[in-house]
């Protein structure tokens, strides 16, 4: 299959290209597209057909289910059994934005869709070219990061072509996206809600809006499948330094196994996060073969920085 890479204008996207995506989607194919977190690869959520080829295209296991993007509010009436007070509240106060919520779900979504599970996982996103190409579309929109699986998500459409050549027909590129880490998931199937991952709205936000469990997406039992899988890794060895020492020095010490490569020096966690996947692939490029990292703290977007470094790390100086 030939990838075509469309470019659109991210402030003001063309309605032609944003046709073109949407024509694809209701035809039953792929379309990667910009969130204002990372790409996504979508493919129309109520169509199990299609909603197979994402798992095909990733190379995804069947288990991970996957979060279905709404360009309207009303949109979530006919995706879930109830739509609790809680999630009223969240929704109110950060849709459109990168809150992903998970609630039982209605008949009508394929199971596909929520790996069997019967939660399913919602999202409207915070991006111009995202929410006129679900609109245009006419349907919810399944979609998981436009990566490989196992990869580091996408923030560019480069990233997506390096990944997904020949597998999909259409790339729709807006440039840069803006945060860089995939949005937060919390679950409001249980009586006290809890973030199974961090990302851009953080725990100190939400606990100002309702009641969480605190600390959670650092319990044991994995509740959001995805989590469970290595990620976010590029082939390098990651070491991430929290000890207060000069991060030179370890480099040195890494040095006997060939390049390494000290990533996002001195940068705010804003930028950390929004180039993190980037370096990650870089480094990949340069053919480094240890990346070195300084920690942060866990507090704010800094904890979701944490986390997806944790999970990639080979080593962690304390
Ligand atoms: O920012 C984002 O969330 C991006 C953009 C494209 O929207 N999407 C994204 O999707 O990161 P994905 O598939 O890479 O990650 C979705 C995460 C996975 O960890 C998955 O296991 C979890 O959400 N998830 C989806 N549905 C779930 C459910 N019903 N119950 C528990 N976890 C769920
Ligand atoms: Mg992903």
New binding site residues.
């Given amino acids: 299959m030939n990838t075509h890479i469309e470019k659109i204008d991210s402030k003001k996207p063309e309605i032609e290209k944003i046709k073109l995506a949407a024509e694809l989607i209701k035809t039953g194919e792929l379309v990667a597209f910009p969130?204002e977190?990372?790409?996504?690869l979508g493919a129309n959520a109520l169509d199990k057909n299609a909603v197979k080829k994402i798992f095909i295209a990733k190379g995804r296991p069947q288990d991970?289910?996957?979060?279905v993007?709404i360009s309207n509010i009303k949109q979530i009436t006919e995706l879930v059994r109830t739509i609790p007070p809680k999630a009223e509240k969240l929704i109110r106060k950060f849709w459109p934005g990168?809150l992903?919520i998970?609630l039982k779900k209605s008949k009508i979504v394929p199971n596909i869709v929520?790996a069997g599970?019967n939660?399913?996982?919602i999202?409207m996103?915070k991006n111009k070219i995202a929410l006129k190409i679900i609109k245009e579309s006419g349907c919810p929109i399944a979609?998981?990061?436009?990566n490989s699986s196992g990869k580091p998500?996408p923030t560019s459409a480069k990233h997506v072509y390096e990944d997904l050549d020949t597998k999909i027909p259409l790339i729709i590129d807006g440039g840069e996206t803006e945060i860089g880490i995939?949005?937060t998931?919390i679950?409001l199937t249980t009586k006290i809600p809890r973030i199974?991952?961090p990302?851009k709205i953080t725990e100190e936000e939400i606990q100002k809006i309702i009641k969480i469990t605190k600390k959670s997406h650092r319990c044991k039992k994995t509740?959001?499948?995805?989590?469970k899988y290595k990620h976010y890794s590029p082939e390098a060895k990651i070491i991430v330094v929290n000890k207060k020492i000069s991060l030179k020095k370890i480099k040195e010490q890494y040095e006997k196994d060939g390049k390494v490569k000290i990533i996002l020096e001195k940068e705010g966690t804003k930028n950390t996060a929004k180039n993190l996947f980037k370096e990650f692939r870089k480094a990949d490029k340069e053919k480094v073969k240890t990346i070195i990292i300084r920690g942060l703290k866990k507090e704010g977007l800094g904890t979701a920085i944490m986390n997806r470094l944790e999970k990639a790390a080979t080593k962690i100086i304390d």
């Fill in positions: 969130t977190t990372v790409y996504g991970n289910p996957l979060i993007h990168p992903t998970i929520t599970l939660s399913v996982a999202r996103p979609a998981p990061s436009a998500s995939e949005s998931v679950d199974l991952r990302g509740k959001s499948p995805g989590m």
